[in-house]
């Protein structure tokens, strides 16, 4: 008799082994739509109750779902917000986008951003959703470190509401890596590269020549004039007003003739009523094939910007205006363009040779070094102050 059972259990240990095979999903983990890449996982509490939960990723869902055993293996009660429906992405971007339109002046942008990440998470559980899944995304996207920032910063706008909110705990954002811009790059346009980009864009969007104008001649940046409006624009006083800057305070700019003729053209297309640009989000999708037509390399719409403030100070205007009309906080971010001075920085230079006392000359040098050093420092701490 003995030797029959031993001989019945080694036959039917294969058996289990196919059975496993062909069943190889991890138990009480599912999806509820095949495909759909949204996993859950059903159980029984400490009470005896069947409950779903959605999970987000497969290996979330299992992890979740040794979580939810061990609790009820130790007779643990459940929360009671187990009993609510699930908090879902979609869920707290809604929130989201609603706070940002009602504070932010690039709520627009954060829209098209906000598209992305529900394009990536819409139906994940909120709380399911981790650092790694974020990170993933960005690295299958050909994305500039600014692009990745900008949507890290929306993640994380998102995550902080929906905790004060008491929707979810745990900010994943907070985890991502912040990447390193490069802020110092100036790149401006030369004469040679300006005329060829005009060609193109008369040649293929000429109606779009009016914001390329506008851009080249206030230096505004690309939210500051895509968001600007026609109420924001006053030609008796040859000024346009950014409500909202960067930095959150209004600032103005001040209009030359080709930025009124400009905005002549843009009134008369969009009849001065809207979005002086029309309501387009930005010149991405114009802008960047006319740059790859006129052959000019690593040139972007920011540059336009950097063109302004180069312009300006290659003219002899002064660092502390230059700063100003740029819309700087603070003087180091003008400073990166003082060495497109020659002038200002070779007359400082050029005091030292009036200082020094030339081979012979027994008359027209300085008597008194320390006197006369002094001279120099208080010219040289001048010349600075102008650039």
Known sequence: ????????????????????????????????????????????????????????????????????????????????????ATVTFADIARDALAYSKQHKRDYRHDAGRMETLLAWFREY????????????????????????????????????LAIRAGKTKENPARLVKHRLENN??????????????????????????????LALHTGMRVSEQYG?????????????????????????????????????????????????????????LWFEPVVSKAKIADFHWHDLRHTFASRL???????????????????????RYSHLAPKHTLAAVERLDAATPKEGDTTGGPTDTTTDTGRVAQALTQEAILQ
């Open 228 to 284: 600007l409006t026609w109420a924001d624009v006053s030609f008796a006083q040859r000024v346009l007003t950014i409500r909202r800057s960067k930095h959150g305070s209004a600032r103005h700019v001040p209009l030359n003739q080709s930025a009124i003729r400009a905005l002549e053209t843009l009134r008369e297309r969009t009849g001065g009523t809207g979005f002086v640009c029309g309501g387009a989000l930005g010149p991405r």
């Open 125 to 160: 559980s909120a709380e399911a959703i981790t650092a790694q899944d974020v990170e993933r995304r960005f690295a299958q996207q050909d994305w500039s470190p600014a692009t990745c920032n900008r949507m890290r910063a929306l993640l994380s706008l998102t995550y902080r």
């Open 1 to 84: 008799m003995e030797t029959e059972t031993a001989a019945i259990v080694i036959e039917q240990a294969p058996a289990r082994k196919r059975s496993r095979e062909r069943n190889p999903k991890a138990r009480g983990v599912f999806e509820k739509f095949p495909g759909s890449g949204v996993w859950w996982i059903r159980y029984t509490d400490a009470q005896g109750r069947y409950r779903r939960e959605e999970a987000g990723t497969k290996g979330a869902a299992i992890d979740l779902y040794r979580k939810r055993k061990m609790e009820a293996l130790t007779g643990k009660k459940l929360p009671e917000k187990l009993r609510r």
């Open 313 to 335: 100070t290659m003219a002899g205007v002064d660092l502390r205006t230059v700063q100003e009309l740029m819309g700087h906080k603070t003087i180091a971010m003008t400073v």
């Open 184 to 213: 110092a790059r100036v790149r401006f346009l030369s004469a040679d590269e300006e005329t060829a980009l005009r060609k193109v864009i008369e040649a293929d969007c000429p109606e779009r020549l009016p914001e390329f104008d």
